[in-house]
Nanobody, 114 residues
Framework: QVQVVESGGGSVQAGGSLRLSCAAS????????MGWYRQVPGKQRELVAS???????NYADAVKGRFTISRDNAKNAVYLQMNSLKPEDTGVYYC????????WGQGTQVTVSS
């Protein structure tokens, strides 16, 4: 059993910032990569950013230069700092944890208004 809990979502105006947090707990030996995905109506869930245990990062082109992903291995936590938010960033953001397989959080809503 792996539990994934997200926090930090909310509503902001365009140009604002939010910081999402995700913590994993339960039957975990060593977490490999962690990442953030988002989903909007009419589209499939898509990768926003990911980070390996060693710290290598990957970002979707749409968020490069605006979002920063980081992690704390001791706390089994991953974070997403989102700056210069745009209305197109609106969606439900999900944390994914890879151990034996994929484990997902339940999602946190991010709404960016014009």
């Amino acid at each position: 059993q792996v539990q994934v809990v997200e926090s930090g979502g909310g509503s902001v105006q365009a140009g604002g910032s939010l910081r999402l947090s995700c913590a994993a707990s339960g039957s975990i030996f060593t977490i490999k990569d962690m990442g953030w995905y988002r989903q909007v109506p009419g589209k499939q869930r898509e990768l926003v950013a990911s980070i390996t245990r060693g710290g290598s990062t990957n970002y979707a082109d749409a968020v490069k230069g605006r979002f920063t992903i980081s992690r704390d291995n001791a706390k089994n936590a991953v974070y997403l700092q989102m700056n210069s938010l745009k209305p197109e960033d609106t969606g439900v953001y999900y944390c994914r944890v890879t151990a034996f397989g994929f484990s997902w959080g339940q999602g946190t809503q991010v709404t960016v208004s014009s």
